[in-house]
């Protein structure tokens, strides 16, 4: 007896879980590129915040730091003057 149709009865079950197994993890995937997003903003809002302060930290530094050597070269002229 020969077969009926061509055999895409055979393959279409399979197709078809192929394709939902497909979709689902497309789906997950899509919510871990969401969580990992909602990460990377953090962690963005996290290095804005620390460059801010790193930024103020270092300007007072850059402040101690010259007028250290203003007043030493102050201290100095005076000692030098006689």
Known sequence: MAPKGNG???WKQVV???LD???VNIKDLS???KELDAKVDALCLNYAS????MEVKSGIWGVM???LSAIL???I???TKK
């Open 73 to 75: 070269m102050a201290i």
């Open 31 to 33: 919510n871990t590129i």
């Open 50 to 53: 620390f460059k801010s302060k």
């Open 8 to 10: 895409w009865d055979e």
């Open 21 to 23: 197994r497909t979709e």
């Open 77 to 79: 002229y005076f000692i």
């Open 65 to 67: 730091g010259g007028a």
């Open 16 to 18: 078809l879980t192929t």
